[in-house]
């Protein structure tokens, strides 16, 4: 090896082990879903592409420990890791709004035209979801792909910590009004 190991032996195994198992999980929930006549309504599709996008989520880690360990100094340009990136990210942001679309289901699901809604228009009301996902992650895709640059950038943790910070915090607000409507 001609570079120092940065990541200890522990974060590189664990970034391995840890999405070979989603993997595993993921690929079940997909090959289920596909299979069982009794999965057929869109909570349980919606589930299942979910875990479609985690699948090609999950290929970044993969990535990500190929890279460290075969380039030296642990650095690539941005615009490598974008086009590295660009089906794990996509997978991301699909399954993202997904989720929430789920989430949405589950509220309408509690109404009483849901129902009729199901049994007139199921595969406008699935595709409508899917469309969402697909254009938020198209959207998404090429904004990175447009923004990004041939530099090898160095992310500062304070900005990664306000970045952490504010995800959760968008996640915790929005897991409070989806239960403050559900009820």
Not at 111 to 127: A, E, G
Request: charged content about 15%; glycine content about 4%.
């Amino acid at each position: 090896r001609m570079h120092a190991n940065i990541l200890p032996d522990f974060y590189r195994y664990y970034y391995i082990v840890i999405p070979t198992i989603s993997l595993i999980g993921n690929s079940a929930i997909v090959y289920v879903t596909v299979r069982s006549k009794f999965l057929r309504n869109p909570c349980n599709i919606l589930i299942g592409l979910i875990s479609l996008g985690e699948l090609s989520h999950m290929l970044a880690h993969y990535v990500m420990i190929g890279f460290y360990n075969n380039t030296q100094n642990h650095l690539m340009r941005q615009d490598f890791c974008v086009y590295w990136q660009i089906l794990p990210t996509m997978g991301m942001f699909f399954s993202s709004i997904l989720l929430l679309n789920a989430a949405v289901d589950r509220v309408i699901s509690t109404q009483k035209l849901y129902i009729s809604l199901i049994k007139r228009r199921y595969t406008l009301y699935i595709s409508i979801h899917i469309a969402i996902g697909l254009v938020f992650a198209f959207i998404m895709e090429t904004w990175i792909f447009f923004r990004r640059t041939s530099e090898i950038l160095k992310t500062e943790k304070l900005h990664n910590d306000l970045f952490a910070e504010l995800f959760v915090n968008f996640a915790c607000a929005t897991n409070f009004f989806v239960y403050y409507f559900i009820r």
